[in-house]
């Protein structure tokens, strides 16, 4: 069987099967479908260590996050692929972990939020990245949410998430008044626009506002998700607390996002520890 047919099969199986949503259907085709290109009319039986190796170095000036992402989709797949006779030995044995940089967590202050929402041009524009830099939210679970989902009485928000998890997000005052007014006398989509076109017109609003450096700075859709969990342990101190805020299986994962202390404030309180065991 040609490598493209059965990643078709592949995500269609699964997605038969309930084990993925059919946006997660699509981007793991999107995905596997890069390598596919990469070895027009390869069968999936040719499928080796080499050609995957082969691949990565093609894709290898990208993200570390991108290429992890990549990895996986192509790990789930060959093992479906084992599964189902087609090949014989897993091509992603051995292959090295993408591992990511130690670079600072991407969270904006509060004098770039303010300039940020200064240059927001209208108030469906505010609504979304208050959605993002309050609530935590993912561009993806921006584009999903339905006027429906939206209950006033307790101010909470219905947000499905990574897998179709569900979870109820707590909106703020300022935040609900936005959503009584978007959500009066409407149905179906909150926004009515994708993902991608979020991430893009976010990323469009940030370069307008001067706080963009360039490509790949790290200011982006995500960095207003990485805001809200670094301000929200600011506020409680708790960890376990913004991991159930962003909604992540992983602790790791949650730490990753939240905010380094400066120079100054270790310096503190390394002297506030000297003075206890003093």
Known sequence: MLLANAIAAYVTDRQARGEITAATATQFAWRLNLLARAHPGLEVAELTRDRVLEWQRTIGDQRPATRRGYLSALKTFSAWAIDNGLLVA?????????????????????????????????????????????????????ARLQVSDWDSSVAELR????????????????????????????????VGISAERISYLVSTWMDQAGIKTGPYDGISAHALRHTAASNLLDGCGNVRLV?????????????????????????AAMLKSARLTG
């Open 90 to 142: 897993d091509p992603t044995l051995r292959l090295a972990k993408v591992r990511d940089s130690r670079s600072v967590p991407r969270t904006l202050s509060a004098g770039r939020m303010a300039r940020l929402l200064m240059a927001l041009p209208d108030e469906r524009a505010r609504l979304i990245v208050l959605l993002m830099c309050q609530c935590g939210l993912r561009c993806i679970e921006v």
């Open 159 to 190: 947000v499905i998430g990574k897998g179709g998890h569900v979870r109820e997000a707590q909106v703020l005052d300022d935040l609900a008044v936005l959503l009584e007014r978007r959500c009066a006398g409407r149905t179906g989509p909150l």
């Open 243 to 267: 991991q159930e805020f962003l909604d992540h299986i992983s602790l790791a994962t949650t730490e990753r996002y939240l905010r380094r202390h400066s120079k100054h404030e270790i310096r």
